[in-house]
């Protein structure tokens, strides 16, 4: 990549993480967030109130907190309905496009790029392992947390860029890359409970999910070692996983993600700006 556009990309970076959130009301119900795409909003309502976002319920908690989000290529347009005893309403959202970078990455080796039929089914349970553990609603309200950072180490790939392996097109790319050397140590961004555990995914190697509550994940992939068990506790900032380049990756780094339910989410819109992922290479 030239010098210039690597600039600009990491000037657009530091850009999107500094994006304010913002916050709107309308009758009973308060949101802030980002309403952008790949964004996440949080939610105020009144106890007792019945919601849906695009005709789907969303569940609040005990005293009416919520969280929702929207996806990389999420339509602009959204509608909000509450309904509470003598009282409803509907609130129409509109959300932002967002502009995705394009990033070249050559010599994966080859069967990465396009694997092997036999390894077909592998893949397969490993998606399967992956949406269902994306796909629980805990009654944990770790969501509401102000997330902080994972790991150290200076931003190598951001959400929603499209990538060219070998020159050739493949799925957006959904995670925030932090490179740090192999053993480097991953914290926990928020609290919440771990949900999946696998040491060696064919795509994503060391692959740990962690539940904040509500639909709200983080996902944590290409790790060395997984310093946590399926079913434990974790709080923020909780030693959890370690650095590594398992699965396909070019070296070692950090791939974080963060899903509500299966819908993908911008990490970066999660955590304060930090200095040092705004500097060049
Ligand atoms: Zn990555």
Known sequence: MKVWKKVLWLWLAALTAEAASEQRQQGPIVL?????????VLGTAPKGTQLTLNGKALRLTGDGRFVFGFGRDEPLSHQLSWHRPGQSGQMAITINKRKYDIQKI??????YVNPDP???ARIKEDNRKLAAARKRDENLGY????????AEGRLSGVYGSQRIFNGEPRNPHYGLDLSAPT??????PAGGLVTLVEPDMYFSGGTLIVDHGYGLSSTFIHL?????????????????ARVGATGRVTGPHLDWRVNWFSTRLDPQLLVPPRSDTQKRK
């Open 143 to 150: 969501f509401l947390q102000p997330f902080i950072w994972p």
């Open 32 to 40: 802030d967030g980002h309403f952008i795409q790949g964004g996440m």
């Open 106 to 111: 050559n010599g994966v080796a080859s069967k």
């Open 224 to 240: 060395s070692k997984i310093e946590v068990k399926a079913g434990q506790r974790v709080e923020q900032g909780d030693l959890i």
């Open 118 to 120: 036999n390894v077909d």
């Open 183 to 188: 053993g480097a140590p991953v914290y926990a």
